[in-house]
């Protein structure tokens, strides 16, 4: 069974940065494409960054330069680093493994002005 499971969100001025990590079981994080997602108020989910499963990564163009997305094999765990946040970043922050369709509760990230 995969399960994923978001933490390191909260509130933070804009131009700060927080790291979001996203811990994984029941699958291996680099034989898979994961992802992280986000949902801001009023808004729909769109796509923040993904990973592969060679190492190539792909970013919204509203986050490239700003956030890194990495992952960590020892820890079956992926990242997602956020620099330079802009209160349009506010969001739930979702990670995902893309094949299994399979979503974790979340992370709140608040950004303020």
């Known amino acids: 069974q995969v399960q994923l499971v978001e933490s390191g969100g909260g509130l933070v001025q804009a131009g700060g940065s927080l790291r979001l990590s996203c811990a994984v079981s029941g699958i291996i994080v680099s034989n898979n494409v994961m992802g992280w997602y986000r949902q801001g108020p009023g808004k729909q989910r769109e796509v923040v960054a993904k990973?592969?499963?060679?190492?190539?990564?792909n970013y919204a163009d509203s986050v490239k330069v700003r956030f890194t997305i990495s992952r960590d094999t020892a820890k079956n765990t992926v990242y997602l680093q956020m620099n330079n946040l802009k209160p349009e970043d506010t969001a739930v922050y979702y990670c995902t493994a893309l094949v299994y369709d399979t979503w974790g509760p979340g992370t709140k990230v608040i950004v303020s002005s």
């Open positions: 990973i592969r499963r060679i190492g190539i990564t």
